[in-house]
């Protein structure tokens, strides 16, 4: 039994996801970006989860996997971040990423984990990294760094030496004078 190389068409993918989404709501699809075969479509935050739970149910996407959530801060433009989740249709062999572009005075949007369970822990990482909040999220709080942390330490303005003293590591990393 060997792999099979699965191709897909980047424009008939285009033409069945943004044409089917576009035929359930027209203010669903913002836009569809095509790039080196990867096909996103640019959601508005207040249709994300209506339009997750489209591609999942929806017989002709069937969009039943979610392989990863991800977040991308563009600070100091805004809309400062860009979410991307990331889609398989299993049953088609095709993905598609969902992206939400969120301003940074107000970076909320609907968790998505009652279309897919498995969000529960990439939304709960965006958090702790970035600071996005999800509306609906069961247990959003912070999932790496401790509770008492200040800041979210990817977004592009935290500072690189961070807002607490690191312990003094005392002789241990400290540079010899001698070659």
Known sequence: MGFQIVTESSRQNTNV????????????????LEFRGETTIVVPREL??????RCRQ????????????TCV???PAEP??????????????EKVRLRVWLGG?????????????GA???????????GIRFTGHPDLRRILLPDDWEGHPLRRDYPVEGYRDVPNTGELFRKSSTP
């Open 120 to 130: 529960n822990w990439l939304e709960r990482e965006i958090f702790d990294l970035f």
């Open 48 to 53: 994300l989860r209506a339009t997750a739970e």
């Open 80 to 93: 400062r971040f860009e979410l991307n989740y990331h889609l398989v249709a299993i049953p088609r062999r």
């Open 58 to 69: 929806d017989a002709k996407l069937q969009y039943n996997f979610l392989t990863d959530a």
């Open 17 to 32: 996801v943004a044409g089917c989404l576009r035929s359930w709501n027209p203010k669903a699809v913002v836009d569809v």
């Open 105 to 117: 005075n107000d970076p909320v949007v609907d968790s998505l984990v009652l279309v897919w369970a």
């Open 73 to 75: 801060d563009r600070y």
